[in-house]
């Protein structure tokens, strides 16, 4: 997703080849239908088109990160608090890109600057340590005020208890997500409950073309024990299942997208718990969350003093700056 100088100069490199290979295949064809000689023209808008989605992302990554977004992350995001700055930095970016691509449209509620950058952390977090990584498949998030049923529809007209979902057939590139949830997730730390990672857990799974339960790119060896285990459990009756909340057990899908929100919700549990759980997730998710989200709170206690100047650079105290900025005219 980021631009970097040698991803740029691939691009570059594929987009004149492209470009040429276009020109010189209508000249040639020119020499037998001369109407084909009009096909020379193409080559600057082949250019222009492999090269649009690159050079955009890097007038995006080249604007400052606005101040209200970095406060949530600051306030709000324990994982952000746990990163260094470098880290935070190309956190930063990547939240920047998404924002830019992906729609974030409300429903009968208002999409608030605290909503859209969750968002955005939501798809950040799983795929923050792979290389090059693409949400090709999701084009729009939709807001809800609330649950929804199997209908899609929320308030008076439906009564469901879906949190989120990641949309088939006629919603496909949609994701839905309810805001009270969301903002729970980043709210509650510690109770392994996420609804912004679950849903795009499923999507990091979907990346290879099939909701099975393993993301693309994970070792043969660690997919076949994963398989495994996961027919293990899947198999348990309820009376001998683990400590994983019920709803993992739906199926292989599920179990992947909860155990994610577990993997960073509480990552220490997890560890203590299924020790060799962990270690797999760790290996498929390229994180280790225990060493590195040990003692991060959401307000990032252990790096952040409210009296202490605040790391945005300003020179103010934390709870004068972006402590109070991502409060002031933002949901508690």
Known sequence: MLVTPQTNRRNQRLAVAVAVTTVLAFAVMGWFLPWCWLGVTLGPLVHWWIRRRCKRRMQVM???????WEAVLRVRVAYFNALDEEQQKRFCQLVKIFLDETRITGIRTEVDETTRVLVAASAVIPVFHFDHWEYSRLSEVLIYPGSFDENYQTGQEGQGDTLGMVGVGHLSGVMILSKPSLLAGFEIAGDKRNVGIHEFAHLVDQADGAIDGI??????????????????????????RSHIRPYAYTNEAEYFAVL?????????????????VYDMLEKMIRQDTAAFLSGVTRFGARRIGRNSRCPCGSGKKYKKCCLRLARQGLPN
């Open 62 to 68: 080249a604007q400052p990160f606005p101040r209200v």
């Open 260 to 276: 994610l929100e577990y993997f960073f919700e509480a990552p220490g549990v997890l560890q203590r718990k299924n020790p060799q």
């Open 215 to 240: 993301p693309p790119g994970v070792p043969a060896e660690i997919a076949r024990t994963w398989i495994r285990w996961v027919a293990q459990e899947l198999a348990h009756p309820p009376v001998k």
